[in-house]
Structure formats: structure tokens, C-alpha cells
């Protein structure tokens, strides 16, 4: 698991109310980002980040806003939580750059929120 | 849009058994190939990444061949075992130059039953 750790592993919020999710790597990976994964749908890319203080949108970032101040920690905050970000969160990270390379992507053990 | 289609949705065999899972993509340019094993309730481990010059990629009893002519992969499992039980996830990197570009299959659910 190359050293990813999430937190919290649950939670159950109510909709409307600011979350944040926490990732933790020991690696010093350069590459962090965060996916969240729903029956019928592959893992979706929410944001990502190439550095620190550096982050770009993925293809389902609406509601989600990210942060990266430190390089082992990525957080992920649903601003306003609602009943349709109920999903399982995954942070992953990857050492080298992006574009075009065999890179290996790890996983971390995942969040499960459920936004009632 | 890019898609990575993965067949069969689901698939039980008995332990000691071979399976082989396929992976058809349409993305393009494509950069690599990559099969990840994510067991229930954990996140997905990598199992092979194959570029387009490789055809056959072994990992233990897992062996990933890639066809780019025609853009299908497989992944055979030999020897099954009940820890092979698990979602096994198809993902195409394209080469992007807006940034990001792995595309996830939805996976096939595999279960070994003694």
C-alpha cells in the first residue's frame, strides 16, 4: 500500500455539512490524487495534485474542492455534502510525472461516506 | 469518449481452475495497459502495466497479453485460488497533453468457491 493511509476509514454526515477527508503518504510521492468509486461506474478522478500547493480539476470535481500545503498529506473537502457524494473515496498517489510513463499508481485503503 | 468496456461483468469459477478476463478499449493515443486486483473493501493493487510494444506480461499466476492492433486485452489466471476472489479492474493510460489520463474499466467481479 506503499505507505497511504486515509481517514477517517467511515463516516456518516448529514447533507449540507462541510467534510474534509484526510490522505497520508510516507513515500514523498510527487503525484496525489483522489477517486471515488460507485456500483455501476469505474474509479472517477475528482482532483488531483503535482506538487505542493499544485492541484487541477478531474472529471467529477463539482462540489469538491482540494488542498496540498505539505507532501504527504492531500485533503479533500465536499463543501456542502449531499445524499449523491455517498461513495466509497480513494486517495492514490505515483512517484514520477504523468504523461505517457509505466508508472505504478498506489491505492490507499479508501473512505466510506455516507451523506444521509 | 474514451471507453474501456471489461467482460464478463461477473464470473464464478471452482478453486483450482483457470479464468480469463477481457479488456476492450477504444482510447487513443494509448500509452499503456494496466490490470489491478481490489479485493472487498480494500483499494486496487496493481497486478501487470504493459506499454504498446509489450504483448504478454506475467505476475505469478497472472498472466496480461495486449493485442494494440486491436485493442483488446486479457487477463488469464491460472491455478485459481479462493484469495483470487476479487474485483479485477482494466485501466488505459492515453498520452494527454491537458494532463490526467487513465481511463478505469468497471471491472469483473471474479469468485473462486472451493
Known amino acids: 500500500d506503499a505507505g497511504i493511509t486515509q481517514s477517517p476509514r467511515h463516516k456518516v454526515t448529514e447533507t449540507g455539512t462541510p467534510v474534509t477527508l484526510r490522505c497520508h503518504q510516507t513515500e514523498n510521492h510527487r503525484y496525489m490524487y483522489w477517486y471515488r468509486q460507485d456500483p455501476g461506474h469505474g474509479l472517477r478522478l475528482i482532483h488531483y495534485s503535482y506538487g505542493v500547493k499544485d492541484t487541477d480539476k478531474g472529471e467529477v470535481s463539482d462540489g469538491y474542492s482540494v488542498s496540498r500545503s505539505k507532501t504527504e498529506d492531500f485533503l479533500l473537502t465536499l463543501e456542502s455534502a449531499t445524499s449523491s457524494q455517498t461513495s466509497v473515496y480513494f486517495c492514490a498517489t505515483t512517484r514520477t510525472e504523468i504523461l505517457g510513463a509505466s508508472y505504478e499508481q498506489y491505492f490507499g485503503p479508501g473512505t466510506r461516506l455516507t451523506v444521509t | 469518449k474514451n471507453q474501456v468496456e471489461q467482460s464478463p461483468q461477473s464470473l464464478i469459477i471452482l478453486e483450482g481452475k483457470n479464468c480469463t478476463l477481457q479488456c476492450n478499449y477504444t482510447v487513443s493515443p494509448f500509452s499503456n495497459l494496466r490490470w489491478y486486483k481490489q479485493d472487498t473493501g480494500r483499494g486496487p493493487v496493481s497486478l501487470t502495466i504493459?506499454?504498446?510494444?509489450?504483448n504478454t506480461k506475467s505476475n505469478g499466476r497472472y498472466t496480461a497479453t495486449l493485442d494494440a492492433d486491436t485493442k483488446q486485452s486479457s487477463l488469464h489466471i491460472t491455478a485459481s485460488q479462493l484469495s483470487d476472489s476479487a474485483s479485477y479492474i482494466c485501466v488505459v493510460s492515453v498520452n494527454s497533453n491537458s494532463g490526467y489520463a487513465l481511463n478505469f474499466g468497471k471491472g469483473t467481479s471474479l469468485l473462486v468457491t472451493p
Open positions: 504493459m506499454t504498446f510494444s509489450e
